[in-house]
């Protein structure tokens, strides 16, 4: 059974960093697009971060660009998000989640193969 378990959501104040750990397991990482979505209450689950298992190329969505880093360890088959300077407005469960693919392009909220349970980041004014 595939797995996507993710680690290092937590409570922290306005402008500090977190690090999300997304470790898969039970499937070729490398055939893989793989990242971040994010969900805060009353709104939709939107796309924040993703990184080809192919040619390590990155999204971004733009509320985050310049503030958060995705990065893929191939040999651990784990991909990280890199998250400083994050603001109140960042709160949300973070959910990992896969697509099998090379191309940035195959990313969809309802297209997805695989998801994580999500993680909690809660960002304090």
């Known amino acids: 059974e595939v797995q996507l378990v993710e680690s290092g959501g937590g409570l922290v104040q306005d402008g500090g960093s977190l690090r999300l750990s997304c470790a898969a397991s039970?499937?070729?990482?490398?055939?893989?697009?793989i990242g971040w979505f994010r969900q805060s209450p009353g709104k939709e689950r939107e796309g924040v971060s993703f990184?080809?298992?192919?040619?390590?190329?990155?999204y971004y969505t733009d509320s985050v660009k310049g503030r958060f880093i995705i990065s893929r360890d191939h040999e651990k088959t784990t991909v990280h998000l890199q998250m400083n300077n994050l603001k109140p407005e960042d709160t949300a469960l973070y959910y990992c989640a896969a697509v099998r693919g090379r191309d940035l392009g195959l990313v969809r909220t309802d297209g997805m193969d695989y998801w994580g349970k999500g993680i909690l980041v809660t960002v304090s004014a």
């Open positions: 990184i080809s298992g192919s040619d390590d190329s990155t």
């Open positions: 039970r499937f070729t990482f490398d055939d893989y697009v």
